[in-house]
């Protein structure tokens, strides 16, 4: 990837040897790292080398009259002013500077704090201008103005204020298995920010499943990123989240993908333990029948702090358990935990982030008696 701001910019600071560098260091740490859980191929899924990112986060700095787009060093309490990202989608690339130019000759930056950008592969492009200030009707016309010209969705923030003007999401498509599935991306909620990647992951993950029948419980579901596809392949599936954004979001995308066998339950996992071991009812869970579901499958994509005790007791109920982690750490940690009645069958390397020390990851937990 060429970028004039490596050595400079802090989001990317692994680039040396380029990406097959830095793909080879994490497969490396990876092996040495789970060495004493796994001693199997670790297959690895490469990103796009640049221009993969379908949102991304800038603050905006100024200088007098001048404003532009920042980023933290990798200098300590520094800051680095680039014009142009080579991770970001080239529509979002090319969007940076005129974007900027336009506000400024609309005397729309002042008390600008950030810009965040939404995209989708049909191009359409979520703008979110961030103000320490309260937006006024003057602004709203000058928005809906720019919004119109420059053929992107703008909404406005300040604190405790979220101005849509036209809509407040992009609507994207996935291809997975030779299928493609259809999803709402609603602005300032989590989607997986690289597609390419999100395909593998979300491919791999069924493929897992494959030979396996029956029902499926899957925790953490956030907006339905490997429910819908889930849907294909099991009988029922039986999904639950905390966030009620991203129930209202899941539910949105089933639809859009004609897709009539899930039940999406807004409930945290310790709540649904309870549920399900007849502890306590919801109102939440009114019209879903657990009786009629045969869960012997179970696939979790919880958030960094990993797997707490209830979702762990829980799983450790299951057949065939398919675990995607965006924290190695807090993986093997749960994995220590998951040990003493599964042992790895898979384990996956996605490279979701490029030039950075993160790394996702995916393994197939089956019982240990299972050959």
């Given at each position: 990837?060429?970028?004039?701001?490596?050595?400079?910019c802090?989001?990317?600071?692994?680039?040396v040897?380029?990406?097959?560098g830095?793909?080879?260091r994490?497969?490396?740490?990876?092996?040495?790292?789970?060495?004493?859980?796994?001693?199997?191929v670790?297959?690895?899924f490469?990103?796009?080398?640049?221009?993969?990112?379908?949102?991304?986060?800038?603050?905006?700095?100024?200088?007098?009259e001048?404003?532009?787009?920042?980023?933290?060093?990798?200098?300590?309490?520094?800051?680095?002013?680039?014009d142009?990202?080579?991770?970001?989608?080239?529509?979002?690339?090319?969007?940076m500077?005129?974007?900027?130019?336009?506000?400024?000759?609309?005397?729309?930056?002042?008390?600008?704090?950030?810009?965040?950008?939404?995209s989708?592969?049909?191009?359409?492009?979520?703008?979110?201008?961030?103000y320490?200030?309260?937006?006024?009707?003057?602004?709203?016309?000058?928005?809906?103005?720019?919004?119109?010209?420059?053929?992107?969705?703008?909404?406005?923030?300040?604190?405790?204020?979220?101005?849509?003007?036209?809509?407040?999401?992009?609507?994207?498509?996935?291809?997975?298995?030779?299928?493609?599935?259809h999803?709402?991306?609603?602005?300032?909620?989590?989607?997986?920010?690289?597609?390419?990647?999100n395909e593998?992951m979300?491919?791999?993950?069924?493929?897992?499943f494959?030979?396996?029948?029956?029902?499926?419980?899957?925790?953490?579901?956030?907006?339905?990123?490997?429910?819908?596809?889930?849907?294909?392949h099991?009988?029922?599936?039986?999904?639950?989240?905390?966030s009620k954004?991203?129930?209202?979001?899941?539910k949105?995308?089933?639809?859009?993908?004609?897709?009539?066998?899930?039940?999406?339950?807004?409930?945290?996992?310790?709540?649904?333990?309870?549920?399900?071991?007849?502890?306590?009812?919801?109102?939440?869970m009114?019209?879903?029948?657990?009786?009629?579901?045969?869960?012997?499958?179970?696939?979790?994509?919880p958030?960094?702090?990993?797997?707490?005790e209830?979702?762990?007791?829980?799983?450790?109920?299951f057949?065939?358990?398919?675990y995607?982690?965006?924290?190695?750490?807090?993986?093997?940690?749960?994995?220590?935990?998951?040990?003493?009645t599964?042992?790895?069958?898979?384990?996956?390397?996605?490279?979701q982030?490029?030039?950075?020390?993160?790394?996702?990851?995916?393994v197939?937990?089956?019982?240990?008696?299972?050959?």
């Amino acid at each position: 990837m060429e970028c004039d701001y490596f050595g400079e910019c802090g989001s990317c600071r692994d680039y040396v040897q380029g990406y097959e560098g830095q793909i080879a260091r994490k497969k490396a740490q990876t092996l040495l790292e789970f060495a004493d859980d796994y001693d199997g191929v670790l297959e690895c899924f490469a990103s796009p080398e640049s221009h993969y990112r379908a949102r991304a986060e800038f603050r905006i700095w100024h200088e007098g009259e001048r404003s532009a787009y920042a980023m933290y060093a990798i200098a300590p309490k520094a800051t680095v002013m680039i014009d142009r990202c080579a991770i970001v989608r080239d529509s979002i690339d090319a969007l940076m500077p005129v974007l900027l130019e336009r506000l400024e000759s609309k005397k729309m930056t002042r008390k600008l704090f950030g810009i965040d950008f939404l995209s989708s592969r049909r191009g359409e492009i979520v703008v979110t201008l961030i103000y320490h200030t309260k937006l006024d009707e003057h602004w709203r016309t000058q928005a809906l103005a720019l919004s119109q010209a420059m053929g992107v969705h703008i909404i406005g923030r300040s604190r405790g204020e979220k101005v849509i003007l036209t809509q407040d999401y992009v609507s994207e498509s996935l291809h997975v298995k030779g299928r493609p599935f259809h999803y709402r991306h609603i602005e300032n909620s989590f989607t997986q920010p690289n597609p390419a990647v999100n395909e593998a992951m979300i491919t791999w993950a069924m493929e897992q499943f494959e030979g396996v029948g029956g029902d499926l419980l899957e925790l953490y579901c956030g907006a339905g990123n490997f429910t819908i596809p889930f849907a294909t392949h099991f009988d029922r599936v039986l999904a639950t989240e905390v966030s009620k954004a991203s129930i209202a979001a899941a539910k949105i995308n089933m639809q859009l993908n004609d897709v009539h066998n899930i039940d999406f339950v807004r409930l945290g996992v310790e709540e649904f333990v309870q549920a399900l071991e007849g502890v306590r009812s919801f109102r939440r869970m009114e019209g879903v029948e657990l009786g009629r579901y045969r869960l012997g499958s179970l696939f979790v994509d919880p958030p960094r702090a990993g797997m707490d005790e209830n979702s762990l007791r829980l799983a450790q109920k299951f057949e065939t358990i398919v675990y995607i982690s965006c924290n190695p750490q807090t993986l093997k940690r749960d994995l220590a935990r998951l040990s003493s009645t599964h042992k790895i069958a898979k384990m996956a390397l996605f490279d979701q982030f490029p030039y950075t020390h993160h790394r996702e990851m995916g393994v197939k937990l089956i019982p240990k008696e299972v050959l």
